[in-house]
């Protein structure tokens, strides 16, 4: 029923969500709904589509959103500590930001300098109080090695799509933390799954669904240069 979720504002598109399946806990819905996209898209921001930021990025469509913080948000609780990689325009990054509550705090590692003063604008605009804070921090850098020095990390979200799973982020993440990321090839087929870190030598993976995201790259190849 995602198709059917778009709203004519953004309380709408949310309770869309929500009242079609997508959103079904009612922490996630809140998040959601506390954080407004039409700071972070500036087009069609409560259409249940993904948009186009620039740089060759777009906004993921709300209803995946709302599906990676369903999968983490047993995770996501007051004091968490959580990485998103390829953080684009800020917006999933202020939603677990919103779920994780004052002591806990979200790193988003974005390859392209312009999207990271974007995210940052827009985050301000959102709650300036945030970046201030340090309860959110946006770092530039190679979101394949992800941010080792502000780990461990009790929950993982990747959102670009990467050949193989990056054992740096399996190595930063928490005993007993979760990581949500898109596995296969540019253009090809890709699988949702779902990683769980039970101890330093046990870790379950399981998929989740497909889908279709633009590939975990460096910055060169995705600005075609």
Known sequence: MAWRSSGRTHAELINNLFNNGVITNQRVRNAMLAVDRSFFSP??????SPQYIGSSVTISAPHMHAY????????????????????????????????????????????IEDLVKKSVESINKWNENVLSSEKIKII???GRE???????????????????????????????????LPVGPAGGSQ????????????ILSKTL?????????DKKKQLNK
Not at 43 to 48: L, T, V
Not at 209 to 217: K, R
Request: aromatic residues 6%.
């Open 140 to 142: 530039l850098g190679d």
């Open 191 to 202: 699988e949702f799954i779902q990683i769980d870190k039970f101890d330093k030598n046990k």
């Open 68 to 111: 990676a913080l369903e999968v983490l948000s047993d995770k996501l609780v007051d004091g968490a500590r959580v990485l998103d990689i390829g953080s684009g325009s800020g917006y999933l990054t202020a939603c677990m930001a919103a779920m994780v509550g004052d002591s806990g705090k979200v790193i988003g590692v974005e390859h």
């Open 209 to 217: 669904m497909g889908v279709m995201y633009v590939p975990l790259t």
């Open 146 to 180: 992800g941010s080792s020095e502000n780990g461990p990390y009790d929950a993982i979200h990747v959102g670009a799509a990467a050949s193989d799973i990056p054992q740096a982020l399996i190595e930063q993440l928490a005993v007993n933390g979760r990581m949500v």
């Open 43 to 48: 087009k069609n921001p409560y259409d249940d």
